[in-house]
């Protein structure tokens, strides 16, 4: 069963190809289950995968240690088969290599359709300066798991 916040998460969400969206999906109980750089790069691969198979085009994203925030263009897609991929895809992935069972992700994620009149680029850079805004490194190219399309 969903919860309320689940439920309204999914209130009037549209997924329009070739429109920017900035997506975020943060893990169960907000655990840092991708703090290690080999458990991130499984989340990565999964951004990548979907990307190489024409779902959407990536624009910028950063895989946090207990969220993620990913700007991307939709293509061959809708955000809740997008998500469910993703999600589903690289749980399996940790799962296997920690050898546990359970909840990766919390339910649901959080989509912005981003307007025209948004500046792409100031939005890429907010979503990869993430690990200078918690403090865990100084300069962004000392963090590993983070790319942009104009960076």
Do not use: C
């Amino acid at each position: 069963m969903l919860s309320p916040q689940g439920n309204r998460l999914r209130v009037g969400r549209y997924s329009e190809p070739g429109r920017i969206y900035l997506l975020t999906v943060v893990t169960q109980g907000r655990r840092p289950l991708l703090r290690e750089l080999r458990t991130g790069r499984l989340v990565v691969g999964e951004l990548r995968q979907a990307e190489e198979s024409a779902l959407v085009r990536s624009l910028a994203w950063v895989v946090m240690p207990d969220h993620m925030h990913w700007l991307i263009e939709l293509q061959h897609s809708t955000l809740e088969s997008l998500m469910q991929r993703v999600k589903s895809r690289s749980a399996k992935a940790i799962n296997q290599m920690q050898g546990t069972q359970g909840r990766v992700w919390q339910k649901g994620f959080h989509d912005h359709a981003v307007r025209q009149e948004e500046d792409l680029i100031t939005l890429a850079r907010y979503v990869v300066a993430n690990p200078l805004r918690a403090g865990l490194v100084r300069r962004i190219g000392d963090y590993p798991l983070w790319d942009a399309a104009w960076l």
